[in-house]
């Protein structure tokens, strides 16, 4: 199975999908799937005007892009997409998809946390990124939403990522935005830190990274492990214990002309054609764990589960016997942007100067990291695009 890796997607489909389409041609190789590492609704991949309000980023780069295109139907994802949410999304549409669906036509969200399967690979991720802050709150985010919850949304929790950890049967390949904690320790840190200066104070003080991504890495151990936030190519490998099994790293970069942003990965599996498919184990996981889900801010009461995972199972086994294991086809649920009638102002502040040429979103919260950005725009602004 031939599988594309992308990094921030930033809302370029077109982009990215007529990138692989050239590297079809040039290499004469079909892509079986495409799988995105966060991001993907930045730089307003939206269904319409309305989802700008829930997005994080500076009013400046409010722009329709086209994702409008494919959850019209307008246009339909070439090959099979699995993506995760990063931290520059429309979060009131992810929010609906909670457990993960269809956002578009041949396009799949994995949701805050999940599994599934792809042919025989097993595919799990986490969306969002770390922050201490909000780590054990629950979900209480809703929209509206405001200038403090628009953000805190997309910050990972601990439910979420117990839930993961109760994963015990193999996963083949794992996403994640943000990377694990300490993952640096296992590729060439010297160079990178060569192109992105600003890491090295964090890389030597341990605090470049998601500790619970790098709980999950431990934990399970995926053959493969991709990221992206960043906004840089970087590898490693880790290997589990002595003699354990090995867990390839890679982050990849942003959308951008003359910028590492996607990879080929060849993985071993059965022969196609290949189906997205509901997994087993983790509906069962997902199932055991519900009715403690907080959507509160209060964290979940994890010693309050009645359930027995195995009857979770049988429950699970049942369900997917009579209806199968694919999942429910996408539906529309509003009208998606019409480019006929104008963006309202109310959506876009401060149209005369927006700067529709400048590719630059910031990696992470702006109170947060505000010298980082600004350095790394001045790098990014040096690179031969």
């Known amino acids: 199975m031939k599988i594309a890796v992308e990094g921030c997607m930033h809302g370029d489909l077109d982009k990215v999908y007529k990138t692989i389409q050239y590297m079809e041609q040039i290499h004469t190789t079909k892509i079986d799937l495409l799988l995105c590492c966060g991001d993907f609704q930045a730089k307003q991949a939206v269904r319409n005007e309305r989802d700008m309000e829930s997005l994080s980023v500076p009013s400046k780069y409010l722009a329709m892009k086209s994702f409008w295109k494919y959850y019209s139907g307008q246009e339909v994802a070439p090959i099979p997409t699995i993506f995760i949410g990063g931290n520059h999304e429309a979060s009131n549409y992810l929010w609906e998809l909670y457990y993960g669906g269809w956002v578009a036509p041949n396009i799949y969200f994995l949701g805050f946390a999940g599994v599934v399967k792809f042919g025989n690979i097993r595919i799990g991720g986490l969306s969002g990124i770390y922050n201490q802050r909000h780590y054990r709150s629950g979900h209480f985010e ?87 936030h960043l906004h840089c190519k970087f590898a490693a490998v ?128 702006v109170d947060d990291l505000e010298e980082a950005e600004e350095t790394d725009r001045a790098e990014s602004e040096n690179e031969d695009l």
């Open 142 to 228: 809703r929209p509206p939403y405001n200038e403090n919850t628009v953000r805190s949304v997309y910050h990972i929790r601990e439910y979420d990522v117990h839930k993961l950890l109760q994963v015990d049967e193999p996963i083949d390949i794992f996403l994640s935005h943000d990377w694990p904690l300490g993952i640096t320790d296992y590729g060439d840190w010297k160079k990178l830190v060569q192109q992105k200066r600003h890491f090295e104070k964090e890389i030597q003080e341990r605090t470049l990274g998601s500790k619970p991504a790098a709980q999950l890495l431990e934990k399970l151990k995926p053959h493969y492990w991709f990221s992206a």
């Open 238 to 365: 880790v290997q589990h214990g002595e003699s354990g099994p090995l867990t390839k790293f890679l982050a990849l970069d942003k959308c951008l002309p003359g910028r590492k942003f996607l990879q080929i990965v060849e993985v071993e599996s059965e022969p196609g054609p290949y189906e997205l498919q509901y997994d087993e184990e983790w509906l069962a996981i997902t199932r055991k764990f519900n009715s403690i889900f907080p959507l509160t801010r209060r964290n979940a009461d994890f010693g309050g589960t009645e359930l027995e995972i195995q009857d979770c199972r049988r429950w699970i086994r049942s369900k997917i016997q009579v209806r199968g294991a694919t999942p429910f086809e996408f539906v529309p649920t509003v009208t998606p942007y019409n480019p006929s009638e104008p963006v309202s102002d109310a959506y876009v502040t401060g149209v005369g100067s927006v700067n529709y040429n400048n590719e630059e979103i910031p990696i992470d919260e």
